[in-house]
C-alpha cells in the first residue's frame, strides 16, 4: 500500500500546481501565457521565468486577465 502512496501525492501536487498561475496574457499572435505576477515598467510587461525576466512590448499583448484577486505589482 505505501508503494502506491508517493506517486498518488507527486500526481495530486501536480494537479493542483495547475491552478497556482494568477494572470492571463493573451498576446495579439495567439499565445496565451499564464504567471503568477508580473509589473508593468514604461511600455513593457514584465515577468519572471526560469529566474530570468522576460519583457513582452504592450502593443504586442491583446488583454490581460486577471485570475486572482490582485493585481499587478508596480
Known amino acids: 500500500m505505501k508503494l502506491y502512496t508517493y506517486p498518488l501525492i507527486i500526481m495530486l501536487l501536480l ?11 493573451y498576446l ?17 510587461i514584465c515577468y519572471e521565468k526560469f529566474g530570468a525576466v522576460i519583457k513582452i512590448p504592450k502593443s504586442n499583448v491583446e488583454k490581460i486577465e486577471y485570475t486572482t484577486e490582485t493585481e499587478p505589482s508596480s
Do not use: A, P
Not at 15 to 25: P, R
Open 15 to 25: 494537479f493542483l500546481s495547475e491552478f497556482s498561475n494568477g494572470h492571463e496574457i
Open 28 to 44: 495579439k499572435n495567439g499565445e496565451l501565457l499564464e504567471i503568477s505576477d508580473f509589473w508593468e515598467e514604461n511600455n513593457d
